[in-house]
């Protein structure tokens, strides 16, 4: 059984909910830091209802399926480029059994340019599940969204939180570039959250569901518009008197500086100019018009033979296509 944000707090001692300062020991040599949880998320909330955008899946009314589609596609993915391809899957797959009696290729072909293809697989494979072990329905209580295809514990977390307005630990990038600035004093958070981070993050999650589920989509809010990654809109935000790095100065994290992912001409990118042949293509391609969109072979066959382990791609004769 995979676990859960929620079964890593639970080993942790938790202190009663106050309106004041908190400390409390988390582990052998551990200890949370002292902060106010009701006055950030308090100043946070009023932030945000002043400044949400306004986000085709955030609105009353959207489906918890709509709501799903959208994790799937926001991850590793800028919110400006999911909003089209969003609405368009939903056009064509308005329900689990919309994508699910569909052919898998279908879902790649319908990806699109969203990049990290093999979501749209797995999103193919849950919309399957759903309409095989849960009646058509997106599940609602974690262990069931855990068991979906593609259904880490974040995106259990979100769809739990934002589809049915449950309390949960949602923590994406966003959310934990705030808790580690504003409450670790912390320019950036490390790879994987740690134990003390998930305790800093669960005690900020107020105890009522509505409210919880409203902190959740602001924090993320507040971590995407200003406390950004790079040049963090510091005079704007709300939380800034509580904010441990902001009154540390804003030292640097320890260390290299960060580098982005590079592209250009790594087996990504062969991967992707593969895939958009295929997508194109009404029928299945020969070798030579692969060559055509790649023209170095090792790599070219490298990157072919993943997008076939992925499921991405499927051998047709000496022929290419995307899998039925």
């Given at each position: 059984m995979k676990r859960s944000i929620g079964s890593a707090v639970g080993s942790i001692r938790q202190p009663r909910r106050g309106l004041g300062t908190v400390s409390s020991v988390t582990s052998p040599g551990q200890q949370l830091p002292v902060f106010r949880p009701d006055e950030i998320v308090t100043r946070t909330l009023a932030w945000y209802a002043e400044h949400a955008r306004d986000l085709p899946w955030r609105r009353p009314g959207v489906t918890p399926w709509a709501v799903l589609v959208s994790e799937f596609m926001l991850q590793q993915t800028p919110v400006e480029r999911v909003r089209g391809p969003w609405a368009a899957w939903l056009d064509r797959w308005p329900s689990p059994e919309a994508l699910a009696a569909a052919p898998a290729g279908a879902a790649v072909r319908a990806w699109g340019r969203l990049g990290y293809p093999r979501r749209a697989l797995r999103l193919h494979a849950a919309a399957v599940v759903i309409c095989e072990q849960?009646?058509?329905?997106?599940?609602?209580?974690?262990?069931?969204?855990?068991?979906?295809?593609?259904?880490?514990?974040?995106?259990?977390?979100?769809?739990?939180?934002?589809?049915?307005?449950?309390?949960?630990?949602?923590?994406?990038?966003?959310?934990?570039?705030?808790?580690?600035?504003?409450?670790?004093?912390?320019?950036?958070?490390?790879?994987?959250?740690?134990?003390?981070?998930?305790?800093?993050?669960?005690?900020?999650?107020?105890?009522?569901?509505?409210?919880?589920?409203?902190?959740?989509?602001?924090?993320?809010?507040?971590?995407?518009?200003v406390c950004r990654a790079r040049d963090p809109r510091c005079a704007e935000c709300p939380v800034r008197e509580d904010c441990a790095w902001h009154l540390a100065g804003c030292p640097p994290s320890p260390g290299p500086p960060r580098r982005g992912q590079a592209y250009t001409g790594t087996d990504r990118q062969c991967r992707g100019a593969l895939l958009a042949v295929l997508r194109r293509a009404d029928e299945a391609v020969t070798a030579d018009e692969l060559a055509q969109a790649w023209p170095q072979s090792d790599q070219r066959d490298r990157a072919l033979d993943s997008l076939v382990s992925d499921g991405l791609a499927v051998a047709v004769g000496d022929r290419w296509a995307l899998p039925g």
């Open positions: 849960f009646g058509g329905r997106v599940p609602a209580d974690r262990e069931s969204l855990l068991s979906l295809p593609g259904g880490g514990s974040y995106t259990a977390a979100a769809v739990a939180s934002f589809a049915y307005g449950r309390r949960d630990v949602v923590l994406d990038t966003n959310v934990r570039r705030v808790v580690n600035r504003v409450v670790l004093g912390s320019a950036h958070p490390p790879a994987a959250a740690g134990r003390l981070e998930v305790a800093v993050a669960e005690r900020l999650v107020p105890l009522e569901p509505p409210r919880a589920a409203r902190w959740a989509v602001a924090s993320m809010e507040l971590g995407a518009l």
